[in-house]
């Protein structure tokens, strides 16, 4: 997964407890890992890149494969300049689960952050949308303000990585306002949280290398449920945020759409993450979820 060490520092230390949230906000690249999944569909290669007021300062990989009844995710990336502003790190995560009902239903979830010398890890076990075992490494730090994560909590949510990946329903055009318009129960292990988006409008993308074509733009909000506390400045700014966006683009083949571009504002300038390369491979033997409808 791409970085969270492109933050500044500031933000860095109070995002360490709910890192996966800030991933999900402005960093989530997710892949579906090949080597778990049998029979693939459809697969995406892609890169991206992320600036700040338009500065270089991550990069990171992504892809994804689709089959009818699963699915897997990886993804890898480590930052690059202003490395004297901000945390050097790198990290990978994943994600694996079951293709049910026309929607993704996560089975597990794993993050290795690295931070310099600090080893950020986390481990969510998940079976219909429940959490039924995880574990992070470093442990929460008490604090006596902190919104405990109830049982109740833990129930109906998806991991981080999912989170991002959307399956839309019906038979048309998968880049349909209908590709924005969801709300999505996310657990992290830490912190337990809502992704609303809105459908605001349509754009032309295009990859260096891959992808070119319209977009669907939704505007994302974030708001915190329990595991935070309250007075913490990064949950503070996330929760006012009304300026993110995410851009959706298709994996051919299937009615999966994805991040293709994230832009939020902080409060040195504009972030950006970006696909440069966006390719899909459709598997000629599989018709795909395209053909699945409700």
């Not at 997710?30 to 569909?41: E, F, K, N, P, S």
């Not at 009615?255 to 459709?282: C, D, H, K, N, Y």
């Amino acid at each position: 997964m791409l970085s969270v060490s492109v933050l500044p520092k500031w933000l860095n230390r109070t995002m360490r407890p709910a890192a996966s949230a800030a991933v999900a906000c402005f960093m989530t690249a997710v892949a579906l890992d090949a080597t778990h999944v049998a029979a693939a569909q459809a697969r995406l290669d892609a890169e991206y890149g992320v600036t700040l007021s338009g500065l270089p300062i991550a990069r990171g990989t992504w892809v994804i494969d689709v089959a009818d009844d699963q699915y897997s995710a990886t993804a890898t990336g480590m930052t690059s300049g202003l490395l004297r502003l901000f945390n050097g790190g790198h990290g990978t995560s994943a994600a694996h689960g079951s293709v049910s009902g026309g929607q993704l239903v996560p089975t597990s979830y794993a993050a290795n952050l690295n931070y310099n010398r600090a080893v950020d890890q986390v481990r969510i076990v998940l079976a219909g949308g429940n959490v039924k075992d995880y574990s992070v490494d470093p442990p929460v730090i008490p604090h006596p303000d902190r919104i405990p994560v109830s049982d109740a909590d833990r129930r109906g949510v998806v991991d981080p990585i999912t989170s991002a990946i959307t399956r839309v329903g019906g038979s048309g055009n998968p880049i349909s306002p209908l590709a924005c318009n969801r709300k999505v129960s996310v657990f992290d292990g830490r912190l337990r949280y809502d992704l609303n988006s809105e459908f605001k409008r349509f754009e032309r993308v295009k990859a260096d290398k891959g992808y070119i074509g319209p977009a669907a733009v939704c505007a994302v909000f974030f708001t915190p449920i329990s595991g935070y506390v309250p007075d913490r400045p990064l949950i503070n700014y996330l929760t006012a945020m009304r300026d993110a966006e995410v851009w959706l683009a298709p994996i051919s083949g299937t009615r999966v759409v994805v991040p293709f571009r994230f832009s939020m504002p902080t409060p040195l300038g504009p972030g950006v993450l970006e696909a440069t390369q966006f390719v899909s491979i459709v598997d000629p033997a599989h018709v795909g979820l395209s053909a699945k409808t409700e």
